[in-house]
């Protein structure tokens, strides 16, 4: 059940709607900006059971009728808005699901509440339509915009919102999370965490995917045989993430990490801070061989493949080149 307190971090926006919720200022239009995956729609969710909740209380009771409805997605008064195409939110969608519906009072709650997951999708007639909604809403009627980038709309639409940005969880937040509740080793949430960079999502999935597991033993496996590893050998390695649904820039990230801990362990002798502290062993040796400048060297050439990766050149020839680089210098 989407409540307030399971909510990973994100306390000022949640203590801004605690407090419409409870003072009853409820705004009649949220954007909720914030990277995918962060949690915009949970909190969304969370805040529109609480205020369809029949105990009246700042947090969704989870027994009522109203809750258990919502719950379902099945609530008459919490719409989703869909949207056909995945490239666009149109016109007619935004006034079929929003701006015709809105002037049909509430069936069961005090308030009813439109929730636009992507509406950076709006197209600039879609968020038009919408606009003259947002101008004169009914007293009952709660607008919420989740949109990854808030520029991406008219500023005629922004400034007629309350604007709510989700912040970065904290890491120790996430790591905690992630331990208590996927039950994931302390080793383990530290890479999740890394790679998440506060966003609870991320940190989610790669937590629970076999598949990130395996490209990580996999990225590892390459670097650290990279040196003594044949070029097929290595080839084959890589050939074989194909297997696994995991973004190729994913794959860069790990040996990114790997080489900072490298980088951080000869600048400091430390392994407090490392992320693969359980391969300190073969971190050591490499940090004893590799100069500070061959390192920086191997940094900025993962930055290029992934440059490389963007500019549509192929997987396995970007590590080709990538991995010259490591087995010179790394």
């Known amino acids: 059940m989407p409540s307030f307190r399971d909510v990973v971090g994100q306390q000022e926006i949640k203590d801004h709607l605690k407090n419409a919720i409870e003072t009853k200022h409820v705004g009649h239009a949220y954007l909720i900006s914030g990277e995918k995956f962060s949690g915009k729609e949970f909190l969304a969710r969370a805040f529109a059971q609480a205020l369809q909740c029949e105990q009246g209380g700042t947090e969704p009771c989870g027994q009522c009728h109203s809750c258990k409805q919502a719950e379902s997605r099945n609530h008459p008064d919490i719409i989703f808005v869909t949207h056909e195409k995945p490239s666009s939110i149109s016109v007619d969608e935004v006034r079929d699901q929003i701006c015709n519906d809105v002037i049909i009072k509430p069936y069961s709650g005090p308030y009813k509440i439109y929730i636009v997951n992507e509406a950076e999708k709006l197209t600039p007639q879609a968020q038009n339509a919408l606009l003259k909604t947002l101008e004169e809403p009914p007293a009952y009627a709660v607008i919420i915009l989740l949109c990854v980038n808030e520029g991406s709309l008219l500023q005629t639409v922004r400034s007629r919102c309350t604007l709510l940005e989700m912040k970065p ?90 080489y900072r801990d490298v980088l951080l362990f000869k600048a400091t002798g430390e392994i407090g801070l490392m992320i693969y502290r359980e391969e300190i062993s073969t971190i050591r040796k490499v940090a004893g061989r590799s100069s500070y400048e061959g390192i920086e060297e191997v940094l900025n050439a993962i930055q290029k493949a992934k440059m490389r990766l963007r500019a549509n050149v192929s997987f396995e020839l970007t590590m080709e080149l990538l991995l010259t680089t490591i087995s010179e210098l790394g």
Request: with cysteine.
């Open 169 to 258: 969880v904290p890491g120790n937040l996430l790591k905690e999370y992630l331990m208590r509740e996927m039950q994931i080793p302390d080793y383990r949430a530290d890479v999740c965490v890394a790679f998440a960079q506060g966003n609870v999502g991320k940190a989610r999935e790669m937590a629970s995917s076999d598949d990130f597991s395996a490209v990580q033993k996999s990225a590892l496996s390459l670097v650290k045989g990279a040196r003594e590893t044949s070029l097929a050998d290595q080839i084959s390695l890589i050939r074989s993430m194909s297997e696994y649904k995991v973004d190729p820039e994913e794959y860069l990230d790990i040996i990114t990490m790997w």
